[in-house]
């Protein structure tokens, strides 16, 4: 079977309308639709980064996908360690990215 692009008015799940969902990003307004992941609004609007590793600062984003690396954690509503890929943005939510220091012991 070869892959090819259906229609939406052939899609048998029926996709629901698209309902706007507003989020802050380290302060920034961020728009995106119900259903959608942290990592996807923020994937929509060009930013491939959002923290650094502790080590070498290199940038860092969506990588897994699927919940497994941990590089996308950001803090949502206060709540640190949050996988951007797995949770799934609610309007008014307010995300800051993430970047911790090494502890002294591991330099």
């Known amino acids: 079977m070869a892959a090819r692009m259906m229609p939406s008015r052939h899609d048998p799940i029926r996709p629901r309308g698209e309902r706007p969902v507003g989020i802050s990003v380290d302060g920034e307004a961020v728009d995106g639709v119900e259903g959608q992941t942290i990592a996807g609004v923020v994937l929509a609007t060009g930013r491939l980064a959002w923290r650094r590793t502790s080590v070498d600062g290199r940038p860092r984003g ?22 951007a ?9 307010v995300v800051e990215t993430q970047h911790d220091e090494l502890p002294e012991a591991a330099r």
């Open 62 to 83: 969506l990588f897994c996908g699927i919940g497994v690396c941990f590089d996308c954690i950001v803090t949502v509503n206060g709540e640190r360690d949050v996988r």
């Open 85 to 93: 890929c797995q949770r799934r943005a609610t309007d008014g939510d």
